[in-house]
């Protein structure tokens, strides 16, 4: 006879006993063809896209050759679905279950997702029913060419900020004496009154690259304008999730482990979850297990400070933060983490010091780990051209493909596109001109 495993109301009463709140969660198996599918558009129903297939050809042949897994998408609404792959065992979705719903948990507290619509499926199907009217309109080439344009820049939004009023005052932050504003947003303060400057009347800079060329692009008409603007409404629902993945999933995966430490199983049940969960936490090779670290984060927190600091950290944290103010030497050592480069052909570790692993990984994590770039100047030169500025990091932008984004931003813009930059130290800036790219070390 089959073991019985708790249905979802059992576990989501546990859940609550523990203080996970959130909305209703509805559940739904599906086949590996659409969970991945859903994965690759990262919420069901959106527009349509050459890049979606091409992400869902990547993740269904890892899936394919035994590479890698997906066990389950849960999307940020109210109430949430969780879409669980039909081919899992009933262990498996008991595991997924609980961490199910420390996702939801998470979209409801954390204060990046404040903002975000719970409506955000049926969003995403009007703006493809006007995509498909666009279409038809115009040709699928004429549109989804002019998609290729926008979603190069997608991510150069400001994300909606979040009504941070309840949340407890700064607190000092012991390393180095930093004060920690319980929250971290590296986004300068977007000026107001946006618009073409002539001399004396606009604010720069500009921090929403679309929002500005929606409202001051001459090359665009209305239909376009829409369009522009469906993806950047898309791209501030995500954002979020961009901000805070190692957070979002270690927050899950810590309450999948204590939930399924408390449910009645077999031994055989716990033995075979316990080399499930490790698969999950397991290192990846050359880059961060989101999982791993997010929940060994989370395990050092309430160790050291108790549950409800535990508790706050996910209420007020994103990824940048949670790394910067909790990474410890400990974890570093435990986690095996290093920082790697390359040594003319060879792959080298370059530092095992668990200071300058944190400071990489800061980097790294850093506005989601796009390029911060503002826009200076809308009417530059007097002849209506658009200069930007990329506020260099350390990082230096891949000149390649900058140089074929910015081909993109000129398409959207309809006059020379400029790019100040820093490469290799040296400062410079990148104009394009239709299809013609030239560089001028300033």
């Given at each position: 006879?089959?073991?019985?495993?708790?249905?979802?109301?059992?576990?989501a009463e546990l859940a609550a006993s523990h203080g996970l709140k959130g909305c209703p969660v509805l559940f739904e198996m599906v086949p590996a063809s659409v969970?991945?599918?859903?994965?690759?558009?990262?919420?069901?129903?959106?527009?349509?896209?050459?890049?979606?297939?091409?992400?869902?050809?990547?993740?269904?042949?890892?899936?394919?050759?035994?590479?890698?897994?997906?066990?389950?998408?849960?999307?940020?609404?109210?109430?949430a679905y969780a879409f669980l792959l039909e081919s899992n065992s009933p262990l498996e979705n008991t595991m997924v279950r609980c961490?199910?719903?420390?996702?939801?948990?998470f979209f409801q507290a954390n204060h990046a997702f404040r903002p975000t619509p719970?409506?955000?499926?049926d969003v995403v199907s009007h703006h493809a029913d006007r995509i498909r009217q666009y279409e038809f309109q115009y040709g699928r080439t004429v549109v989804e060419t002019l998609l290729d344009s926008v979603m190069a820049i997608e991510e150069h939004v400001e994300?909606?900020?979040?009504?941070?009023?309840?949340?407890?005052?700064?607190?000092?932050?012991?390393d180095a004496g930093q004060t920690d504003p319980g929250y971290c947003d590296l986004k300068p303060r977007v000026a107001k009154g946006l618009g073409r400057r002539t001399a004396r009347d606009q604010a720069y800079?500009?921090?929403?690259?679309?929002d500005f060329i929606i409202?001051?692009?001459?090359?665009?008409?209305?239909?376009?304008?829409?369009?522009?603007?469906?993806?950047?409404?898309?791209?501030q629902y995500f954002w979020p999730q961009i901000r805070t993945k190692i957070l979002n999933e270690g927050w899950a995966t810590y309450w999948h482990i204590r939930l399924m430490q408390e449910l009645e199983l077999s031994d055989a049940d716990y033995v075979d979850y316990a080399r499930l969960s490790a698969a999950v936490t397991a290192p990846h090779e050359f880059q961060v297990n989101s999982y791993g670290l997010g929940v060994r984060l989370?395990?050092?927190?309430?160790?050291?400070?108790g549950e409800k600091e535990m508790f706050f950290c996910r209420e007020v944290e994103d990824d940048l933060s949670f790394v910067r103010n909790h990474l410890t030497q400990e974890i570093v050592e435990a986690l095996h983490l290093f920082v790697f480069g390359r040594d003319q052909q060879n792959i080298v570790i370059k530092s095992r010091d668990w200071k300058t692993v944190r400071d990489q990984l800061v980097r790294e994590l850093t506005h989601g780990g796009v390029p911060v770039i503002s826009v200076e100047d809308g009417d530059f030169h007097h002849r209506g051209e658009l200069y930007l500025l990329h506020h260099h990091d350390g990082a230096d932008l891949d000149l390649p493909y900058a140089e074929q984004t910015l081909k993109h931003v000129f398409k959207l813009w309809g006059r020379p596109v400029h790019l100040d930059t820093v490469n290799r130290g040296r400062r410079m800036v990148l104009t394009a001109d239709g299809d013609t790219i030239t560089q001028v070390v300033v």
């Open positions: 006879m089959a073991p019985a495993y708790p249905d979802d109301r059992v576990i969970l991945y599918e859903f994965a690759a558009y990262l919420i069901p129903g959106r527009m349509a896209h050459w890049s979606f297939g091409k992400q869902y050809q990547l993740l269904k042949l890892h899936y394919d050759y035994g590479l890698g897994k997906l066990y389950e998408m849960v999307v940020n609404t109210n109430p961490h199910v719903f420390g996702h939801v948990d719970s409506n955000m499926i994300w909606a900020q979040p009504d941070l009023s309840g949340l407890p005052p700064p607190r000092v932050v012991e800079p500009a921090w929403d690259l679309l409202r001051h692009s001459d090359a665009l008409e209305d239909w376009q304008r829409d369009v522009v603007a469906m993806v950047r409404e898309e791209m989370f395990e050092d927190i309430c160790r050291r400070f």
